[in-house]
Nanobody
Framework: QVQLVESGGGSVQPGGSLRLSCAAS????????MAWFRQAPGRQRELVGD???????NYSDSVKGRFTISRDNAKNTAYLQMNSLKVDDTAVYYC???????????????WGQGTQVTVSS
């Protein structure tokens, strides 16, 4: 089994910064794409951005230029650096990973439990 554990959420004023981490553990042969999603109250879960094992990154237009995704493949960890936070960034942030648990095995999708980010004055 694979577990994804997010950390780093919290409350911050508009214009502030937070850094989220997502650590994958368990039976892991290799991790392919990792991504961050978020879900605000009453809204659908949306993609914030994703990163390939080689470091190719895609961002949603709403966070481009403010958020930075990175990963440390040796640590099976992804990061989301959030700068210039806005009230509209308030949401539960979820980590996602595409994982092969054994050589030649299937690739499955895993989700973290989510971490709350609240931006308010």
């Amino acid at each position: 089994q694979v577990q994804l554990v997010e950390s780093g959420g919290g409350s911050v004023q508009p214009g502030g910064s937070l850094r989220l981490s997502c650590a994958a553990s368990g039976s892991i042969f290799s991790i392919y794409a990792m991504a961050w999603f978020r879900q605000a109250p009453g809204r659908q879960r949306e993609l914030v951005g994703d990163i390939s094992p080689g470091g190719t990154i895609n961002y949603s237009d709403s966070v481009k230029g403010r958020f930075t995704i990175s990963r440390d493949n040796a640590k099976n960890t992804a990061y989301l650096q959030m700068n210039s936070l806005k009230v509209d960034d308030t949401a539960v942030y979820y980590c996602y990973a595409n994982v092969r648990v054994e050589e030649g095995g299937l690739v499955s999708n895993y989700w973290g439990q989510g971490t709350q980010v609240t931006v308010s004055s």
